[in-house]
């Protein structure tokens, strides 16, 4: 099993930049693809960014591809997404998952066996 823990959001200004972690624990966190969702109430839960089981590969969606960067440190056993140049319309509740057994990126949700609670992220002026 995976336990995952997000932190850093909260409030910025349009333009601005935010970096969220996500801290995991148990054994299958190295070696499973993980990555980055984000809803908004009323909205289906949307990919934002994959990262591979060793970090080699990364996948984006086209919204946020250019302004975000997602890393990760088995070491640690975290991951952190970095956002640049935020929008009004990445106001979401941001969660991190692990796609246990998955080395590779997924973008569908169905992949991810395993969630965070959720961060607030903010973007207004």
């Known amino acids: 099993q995976v336990q995952l823990v997000e932190s850093g959001g909260g409030l910025v200004q349009p333009g601005g930049s935010l970096t969220l972690s996500c801290a995991g624990s148990?054994?299958?966190?190295?070696?499973?693809?993980m990555g980055w969702f984000r809803q908004v109430p009323g909205k289906e839960r949307e990919f934002v960014a994959g990262?591979?089981?060793?970090?080699?590969?990364?996948y984006y969606a086209d919204s946020v591809k250019g302004r975000f960067s997602i890393s990760r440190d088995n070491a640690k056993n975290t991951m952190s997404l970095v956002m640049n140049s935020l929008k009004s319309e990445d106001t979401a509740v941001y969660y991190c998952?692990?796609?246990?057994?998955?080395?590779?990126?997924?973008?569908?949700?169905?992949?991810?066996?395993?969630w965070g609670q959720g961060t607030q992220v903010t973007v207004s002026s």
């Open positions: 998952a692990a796609a246990e057994g998955h080395l590779t990126v997924y973008s569908e949700r169905a992949y991810y066996d395993y």
């Open positions: 990262i591979s089981w060793r970090g080699r590969s990364t």
């Open positions: 148990g054994r299958t966190f190295s070696t499973s693809a």
